[in-house]
């Protein structure tokens, strides 16, 4: 088992050195929704790095700030409602580990007289996530002094999706779609007994740049 592991290890490094693996930069940020009621509003904010290979398979790692959080409307200020949510808890933020892997399929390319990490292309792509949060959020204020603190956890989250892209290969632009698991009220969800939950997933589209 070891020795197979020591294997692999020096398979990717001798790919990472080598002509087919490409470093590449990726930031990302996104809105969508929560299925929570309270917490309909999904955030995220990335930055990671990871590996090119053979031009259009991007393995990477990122670390990821991701928030379930309460909005009110205009027409609901001034209202009973928005007094009890000044004494509540109002986000759930945590920072997460995020693992992926994003294969761009090239639909037309422009400007092909230019090298290759030069001319323009676009195209869309399919990407698979896996997301790790080390500390779940345990206390939970519900208002007129009542708080909740749940037991110490972690969780596993994935995500699938996929969108649009533009630009050169040595940099460009996507709008991605994700349906994901992450869920940072999780431990608290069930302790508390008046959170209502609708489903499983959180629908974000998000703005992401990558540069090499």
Known sequence: MV?????????????????????????????????????????????????????????????????????????????????????????????????GIHHSLTLKTFTKDRSQWEYTRIGVFPEVNAYFNPHLKRKYNAGDGVEYKAPYSTQLAYGFGGGIFYGAWSKYLALKYECNTIDNPESIYKIVPDMDKRGRFNHVISLILVFR
């Open 3 to 99: 020795k197979s592991l020591f294997f692999l290890l020096c398979m990717l490094s001798g790919f990472c050195h080598s002509g087919i693996a490409q470093l590449s930069y990726r930031l990302e940020l996104g809105a969508g929704t929560s299925p929570y009621f309270d917490y309909n509003v999904a955030q995220t904010v990335s930055g990671g790095v990871g590996y090119s290979f053979f031009e259009e398979l991007t393995v990477f790692g990122v670390i990821n700030m991701f928030s379930q959080r309460s909005y009110l409307f205009s027409f609901e200020k001034g209202t009973e409602d928005e007094v009890w949510e000044e004494n509540r808890t109002e986000s759930f933020t945590s920072f997460l580990l995020q693992a």
